[in-house]
T-cell receptor, first 115, second 112 residues
Framework: EADIYQTPRYLVIGTGKKITLECSQT?????MYWYQQDPGMELHLIHYSYGVNSTEKGDLSSESTVSRIRTEHFPLTLESARPSHTSQYLC??????????????FGNGTRLTVT | GQNIDQPTEMTATEGAIVQINCTYQTSGFNGLFWYQQHAGEAPTFLSYNVLDGLEEKGRFSSFLSRSKGYSYLLLKELQMKDSASYLC?????????????FGTGTLLAVQP
């Protein structure tokens, strides 16, 4: 069972503030991902990482940035939060590509509200 | 372009069987996943298909037809706790990327 943790669970913050959403996993997975999900909508990939010092932008354009300095840690930062950033942010990880299965394991998400 | 279609909502009765369909059009195909997501919680992995046919796992089964770009998730002996959103996701690249494209999900309501 994968263990992946996100903090905070909920965050309400004013416009213009800098925020960092934390994501950590204890399974030693090399691949990590950030998805954005609005209510009733599909998950959109905004960032991913193949390993330490590797980060790529996803399919959905995002003003956020990420870093991967340690295998277990993949934080997401918004330099200046805006109401359009209000959404749920889900972090996920996956292990080695063995037999193709390699499912994503998701954290519980951070529900961000920017006022 | 990339497109994954699922019904938005379905309703079924406790103890019954329900089939949730998913059709996809992607630039490539390297596996299809089904996830369950309860309200306010993280998606959890249910099943994986990469070859045509049926994969059975307890009360849950998933079917894939690559030539038709079609999959379904079959839930048997429905329980109230099965009320959730069911997400179909396709991996359209091979190798190391493992990026998934998700559908909007099907919200299943199980009634007594």
């Amino acid at each position: 069972e994968a263990d992946i943790y996100q903090t905070p669970r909920y965050l309400v913050i004013g416009t213009g503030k800098k925020i960092t959403l934390e994501c950590s996993q204890t399974m030693g997975h090399d691949k990590m991902y950030w998805y954005q999900q609005d209510p009733g909508m599909e998950l959109h990939l905004i960032h991913y990482s193949y390993g330490v010092n590797s980060t790529e932008k996803g399919d959905l354009s995002s003003e956020s940035t990420v870093s991967r300095i340690r295998t277990e840690h993949f934080p997401l930062t918004l330099e200046s939060a805006r109401p359009s950033h209000t959404s749920q942010y889900l972090c996920a990880s996956s292990g080695s590509y063995v037999g193709g299965r390699s499912p994503l394991h998701f954290g519980n998400g951070t529900r961000l509200t920017v006022t | 372009g990339q497109n994954i279609d699922q019904p938005t909502e379905m309703t079924a009765t406790e103890g019954a069987i329900v089939q949730i369909n998913c059709t996809y059009q992607t630039s490539g195909f390297n596996g299809l996943f089904w996830y369950q997501q309860h309200a306010g919680e993280a998606p959890t992995f249910l099943s994986y298909n990469v070859l045509d046919g049926l994969e059975e796992k307890g009360r849950f089964s998933s079917f894939l037809s690559r030539s038709k770009g079609y999959s379904y998730l079959l839930l048997k002996e429905l329980q109230m706790k099965d009320s959730a959103s069911y997400l179909c996701a396709v991996r359209d690249y091979g190798g190391a990327t493992n990026k998934l494209i998700f559908g909007t999900g099907t919200l299943l309501a199980v009634q007594p």
